[in-house]
């Protein structure tokens, strides 16, 4: 069972959230960020190669248009292979775990898994962040020394940061698992 | 709660057969290794069971039945394996089955005993994840922290959550020995099942290294013995290899070829890591220096290199003794105590005439030093570089001895100065309390006193100009060290096999899991990949670095501009086990 929302970041940009029903104790929710755009792609290129053009004239060595010209191809490729993000996705399966997955805009993944042993809680918490305060879903963690305590606390969607309503679908879910996996676990 | 099934990609094309392998029961998980196919004797199957439990410690059982339905479906062999339940008994009985020409499977878990409560059913459901046997075995789980407590106690017993998997796996490699052209009494499917896998190179190698190892370890032993004798022990030579990084050098290189060619073998798998690390790392230093010795000695750069050298002191020393004409005149348009400014400026021109001499004195022998130390680069790169250190820090010893002059002229004063001050304003260092105390002078003490005092305030700036001139030639020095220093150390500690490993073999190094969903039926049961999450290269160097040298600087920023104001001197580079001054 699949469908598909439309929300909004922090920032006003639009996010599509699409969620994945595979059984009653595994979901997976895939939040696609905004591509990259072409305005800004243009303005930082054409801005590079001004720079460039002006130090030229001042210094009348071609070396510079051409180490500009590999400067804006390399920092592109660096950007999209190391920085945009355009898709994290969150997987969480009753008695296996939490899965979240981060899908860079040049194809590559970088995926992290924690073991449901690990896993206390799934809350939504607030933080300020530059001038804002925002919410944010995160995953805690238990501390094997302390039966109560917190050792870590690993938030989810960071570079999406989606606003509460998208967050409030998200924890509704993955409530509904971690209560059905603990009504499952307790009787035999 | 729901029952995971780790089944081996290997096996979903297997015969019908039993499934055989382990059950975890606090994840209510069951490990598949590996498919008994038709026909097999009960018996003969429980006993090689037993055996692979006792050579492995792995608690291999019968866990239930494999059914691949390659023609119309068979009632009879529905029946049959019904009744293996009753032979081979095993709570909860695993049941598999595969359809032909379809994707997806039906699996059943029964509970013999029934459950007290009458609400929960007797059977259990079943969630599929497909692993691949291979990588499984050969990976290596690197957990994200090490629990401080945790380390000693449950290592082999226990291993928590997907571990458990990875360990059996990796345990019970007594079950995959055979494969299916062996004549054994039982026909097993697993991941060697089609042909056990070796490899002609590593064979041979691991048969040469036997007895390479020993006479390595004896010519090693030779060597080392030899570099212990007593000549080694007298004043003159141990306190120079004390202080030439190129002896610091070659001791670790010993060290670490040493513990590359023992004749034990490792005993886990970090320190067969370790072992390839260093072999990598020595081999590549080796080839490195070759590569360098090959450059130098072509094109008679070596002597090109020994006519550069003498002008080039020669010009260092000139350099010298115009920035000490400047100082002795009127330098920055400060103003100099005459007679002072003379005497030191005299004294250190009179030194860097006796270098000059001494540079002079040597110069029909550089060129064959040179040659000479060249050889030595094929001892390795990082050889070579502390040779070079060490030539900078012989060439540049005269700024040293200016430096050590200048830093303990301005300590004396800087010494005196505080007393002076002390008795200035009426008070006295207490020795025996270490405090300072009020002391009542004499009329003439206190004359005294203050008359050196103002001689010693208005000397000050003189000597203060030439000890800054002479700590920061010092520190120029020192910086070039450092750089070659922090080469040599990237040369010695990159875990190079670790990295090779990470680019080519993913798999082997592994820092978690990762699941991907597979087709999904409603109402059929949940399909999951697991596959290996490979360790990221920051982590790969950070666990596998190598122990460099440690001649790091043993100062923080802190006391190092305190020791610089009070003029105490300064030993950036302190090789270990060194007394402090």
């Known amino acids: 069972m699949e469908d598909e929302l439309s929300f909004s970041d922090i920032y006003g940009g639009r996010l599509a959230l699409q969620r994945r029903h595979y059984s009653p104790s595994c979901r997976e929710f895939c939040l696609s960020c905004p591509r990259l755009s072409l305005r800004s792609l243009t303005a930082v290129t054409c801005s590079v190669w001004l720079a460039a053009y002006g130090l030229f004239t001042l210094c009348e060595n071609s070396m510079i248009l051409s180490a500009a010209i590999f400067i804006t191809l390399i920092g592109l490729l660096g950007y999209l292979h190391f920085v945009k993000i355009d898709q994290e ?88 698992i971690l209560a059905h996996g603990k009504a499952t676990s307790t009787s035999p | 709660m729901v029952l995971k099934a780790f089944f081996p990609t290997c096996c979903a094309s297997a015969d019908s057969g039993l499934l055989v392998g382990r059950w975890v029961p606090e994840q209510n998980s069951a490990v598949v290794l590996a498919v008994v196919h038709f026909p097999f004797i009960p018996i003969q199957v429980k006993e090689l069971l037993a055996q692979v439990q006792q050579a492995s410690g792995v608690g291999v059982a019968v866990l239930g039945t494999w059914c ?24 909860p009985w695993l049941q598999l089955c595969r359809e032909r020409g379809s994707k997806f499977w039906s699996c059943k878990a029964t509970h013999r005993q029934v459950p007290t409560s009458p609400s929960a059913p007797g059977e259990d459901q079943v969630m599929l994840i497909f692993y691949d046997q291979r990588k499984v075995l050969l ?79 004896y010519l090693l032993s030779l060597i080392s013995a030899a570099s212990t004798c007593r000549v080694f022990k007298l004043w003159p030579l141990s306190f120079i290899c004390s202080k030439l990084s190129t002896c610091e050098q070659l001791r670790h290189r010993l060290e670490q070829l040493t513990f590359i060619f023992s004749t034990q073998k490792a005993e886990n798998a970090s320190q067969l890591m370790r072992k390839a690390n260093m072999l990598v790392s020595v081999l590549l230093d080796v080839a490195l220096g070759l590569t360098l010795l090959s450059w130098l000695h072509g094109k008679d750069r070596i002597g090109q290199l020994a006519d550069a050298l003498v002008p080039v002191a020669d010009w260092v020393a000139e350099e010298l003794q115009h920035l000490l004409q400047w100082l002795m005149g009127a330098p920055a348009g400060l103003k100099m105590n005459r007679a002072l400014d003379q005497v030191l400026g005299r004294f250190f021109l009179y030194h860097i005439h006796l270098w000059i001499s001494y540079i002079h004195l040597m110069s029909p022998f550089i060129e064959r030093i040179l040659w000479h130390m060249g050889l030595s680069a094929c001892l390795g790169l990082t050889v070579a570089l502390s040779i070079l250190s060490d030539i900078i820090a012989l060439l540049t010893f005269h700024i040293y001895c200016f430096y050590v002059y200048g830093a303990r002229l301005y300590c004396l004063k800087i010494c005196g100065l505080s007393s002076l001050w002390r008795l200035f304003r009426g008070k006295k260092w207490n020795v025996l309390r270490q405090r300072v105390d009020s002391c009542s002078y004499d009329l003439d003490q206190l004359f005294i006193g203050t008359l050196l005092f103002t001689i010693l305030v208005f000397l000050l700036p003189t000597t203060a100009l030439y000890y800054l001139v002479f700590t920061l030639l010092r520190l120029l020095v020192v910086t070039v060290q450092g750089l070659i220093h922090l080469l040599v150390d990237l040369v010695n500690s990159l875990p190079l096999y670790a990295l090779g490993l990470r680019l080519c073999r993913p798999y082997r190094l592994s820092a978690g899991v990762k699941f991907q969903v597979l087709e999904h039926e409603a109402g059929r049961p949940l399909r999951l990949l697991m596959q290996i999450n490979p360790l990221p290269y920051n982590r790969v160097v950070h666990t596998y670095r190598l122990p460099s040298c440690g001649c790091h600087p043993k100062h923080s920023w802190g006391s190092l501009c305190r020791k610089l104001f009070f003029g105490e001197l300064i030993y950036p580079w302190r090789q270990r086990g060194d007394k402090q001054d």
């Open chain 1, 89 to 176: 996705t969150l997987l969480i399966i009753d008695s296996l775990g939490i899965q979240m997955t981060s899908t860079y805009a040049s194809g590559k993944e970088s995926t992290t898994f924690i073991e449901m042993g690990k896993v206390k809680d799934v809350i939504i918490n607030e933080a300020i962040y530059m001038q804002k305060v925002i919410y944010y879903l995160c995953i805690l963690l238990n501390d094997p020394m302390e039966p109560n305590g917190i050792s870590q606390v690993v938030p989810v969607f960071q570079s999406a940061k989606p606003r509460l309503d998208c967050l409030i679908e998200v924890y509704r879910s993955c409530q509904e």
């Open chain 2, 68 to 91: 691949h339905r390659r023609q119309e479906p068979e009632e009879s062999l529905g029946h049959f394996l019904e009744g293996l339940g009753a032979i081979f008994s095993h709570e």
């Open chain 2, 139 to 217: 990976s290596q789980l690197h957990p994200p922290t090490a629990l401080p407590d945790h380390q000693a106690g449950d290592a082999t017993a226990s291993t928590r959550g997907l571990a458990a998997v990875f360990d059996t796996v990796a345990r019970s490699e007594a079950l995959f020995r055979s494969d299916r052209f062996d004549e054994g009494l039982v026909r097993l499917s697993h991941w060697q099942s089609e042909g056990v896998e070796a490899s002609i190179l590593v064979e041979l190698a691991k048969q040469a290294s036997g007895p390479v190892c020993l006479l390595m370890a």
